[in-house]
């Protein structure tokens, strides 16, 4: 089996939040794209966090989620880019796909995750392959990275920071 643009589309029904369909089209290629780089056959039951063992949920519920979440208080707020919004909470975490590897049935650190955290190596991905810088913002700055930025986060970067952190906070909780 293959990671296609059919799976990502399947997977992640909040895609069809994104009005914009170059941007719909462009997200579902990140995600095939480092998939391919990062030889998952499949995205099925990659954990979202090595940090809490075991994690509860996959990696692609924590995404469904948060970008639900982000979606939420987007739609709430009414003063973001709600299509920018969504699509950089579905990728926040596509970085993941180079930052972990396969290994004895498991799921390890790579060699990419030894040297680039997901945040970096997912931004990277989304401007090589022509990306807005605005889009690679929010994946680089979802996390502790975030933290380090002299402009700070954008409004839809925040976003998808406390969506994320509010997801794996109560995940990990929940693991006791």
């Known amino acids: 089996m293959v990671v296609d643009e059919s799976t990502i ?6 895609l069809g939040k994104i009005g914009d369909d170059n941007l719909r089209e462009f997200v ?3 995600w095939v794209e480092a998939a391919r780089r990062g030889e998952w056959e499949s995205l099925e039951g990659i954990p979202f966090t090595l940090l809490i063992n075991p994690a509860p949920y996959d990696l692609l519920e924590h995404t469904r989620r948060v970008t639900e979440m982000a ?16 699509a950089g909470a579905l990728l926040h975490d596509v970085g993941k796909l ?5 290994s004895d049935g498991g799921v390890v650190v790579s060699k990419c995750g030894k040297l680039l955290r997901h945040p970096i190596s997912g931004a990277a991905l989304i ?11 929010i994946v ?4 502790r990275e975030g933290d380090l930025l ?13 969506s994320d952190f509010i997801d794996f906070e109560i995940a990990k909780r929940n693991r006791g």
């Open 28 to 30: 579902v290629r990140v």
């Open 98 to 102: 180079l930052e972990y590897e396969k």
């Open 9 to 14: 589309r399947e997977a992640f029904p909040q």
């Open 127 to 137: 401007l090589e392959m022509g990306g807005s810088e605005e889009l690679a913002h």
């Open 140 to 143: 680089a700055a979802h996390s």
């Open 150 to 162: 002299k402009g700070g986060r954008s409004p839809e970067a925040t976003i998808v920071f406390h």
């Open 71 to 86: 979606a939420a208080v987007g739609e709430r707020r009414n003063d973001v880019d709600l299509d920018l919004l969504i």
